[in-house]
């Protein structure tokens, strides 16, 4: 997604004016966002706009981890004016984000959260997201971060081979997303369907979705979680049999089906007690 917003002038070269991007007053403030992206994102393309003269706003929420951590893919920071980021579900952390730009913008930004958008400073959660950043720079958070991606290729070719449609036709990173048109059923259903069998997904639009934004085709999911718990790449084949028996289960209105996948997913899962809390304790 990339968004301009535009407020320029062109400057006079010679007797006329050079029309070429290097002519522009650098008043173009390009707002980049990839927050629906299954491929590693290369980012080649903000060198030439940023020798153009433009601003970058670059909110990458969902790549980033994967640019610090794994080295997938080069770095989208050079160049760019502001970044923002997410440290919730990829960095293992709270509720929260972070704003980082160049030092020039530094105060303005400070500016506009406080006291312009922020009431109180949440003094916890600014505590959680040190923690979490502390955690993402030791060794064995790489480990985690390859591992959610391996994951990821694992679920989405178990679920290619039951016939789903993968938007891009599988993932490089921990994002997948399902088109269920050819299934019959819409994601809204399905994500509620998969919800009472304990497996957790979100409703999402695919591209050139017929349905409606609140009433969408596909599914969007994730690896992170997951593999937080300690799930590797071959319990994936049995978690798209559960997603594939649960979907298929929706169509027919089969909450007798829901509810025993439900208890299988039970089952497994208490052998992986999420970090922090342990329900056999």
Avoid: C
Wanted: net charge neutral; aromatic share 10%; hydrophobic share 45%.
């Amino acid at each position: 997604m990339m968004i301009a917003l535009i407020a320029w002038k062109w400057t006079a070269q010679g007797p006329g004016f050079n029309n070429s991007l290097h002519a522009v007053t650098p008043l173009i403030l390009v707002v980049v966002g990839l927050t629906g992206v299954y491929y590693v994102a290369r980012f080649a393309w903000k060198n030439y706009l940023a020798q153009a003269r433009f601003q970058f706003f670059f909110d990458v929420l969902l790549v980033t981890w994967l640019v610090w951590i794994t080295g997938n893919a080069n770095s989208p920071y050079a160049g760019l004016y502001i970044v923002i980021i997410s440290v919730a579900s990829l960095f293992v952390g709270p509720r929260g984000a972070m704003i980082m730009s160049k030092a020039e913008h530094a105060k303005d930004v400070d500016r506009a959260v406080f006291p312009g958008l922020q009431g109180g400073p949440h003094n916890h959660t600014t505590a959680a997201i040190a923690v979490a950043l502390h955690e993402a720079a030791q060794p064995e958070f790489r480990d985690y971060a390859h591992q959610v991606v391996k994951n990821a290729q694992a679920l989405a070719a178990a679920l290619l081979a039951r016939g789903y449609d993968l938007v891009s036709g599988g993932t490089d990173n921990h994002l997948i997303l399902m088109d269920l048109t050819s299934k019959g059923i819409g994601g809204k259903p399905a994500a509620k369907a998969l919800d009472r069998a304990g497996i957790e997904t979100n409703y999402n639009t695919v591209p050139f979705d017929q349905r409606k934004p609140f009433d969408p085709s596909g599914l969007r999911i994730g690896t992170p979680a997951i593999t937080t718990r300690g799930l590797r790449e071959e319990h994936m084949a049995p978690l798209a049999a559960w997603m594939d028996e649960a979907v298929t289960a929706a169509a027919k209105d089969d909450e007798a089906t829901l509810d025993r996948i439900a208890g299988e997913v039970r089952d497994l899962l208490s052998a992986f007690p999420a970090p922090g809390w342990d329900p056999r304790e």
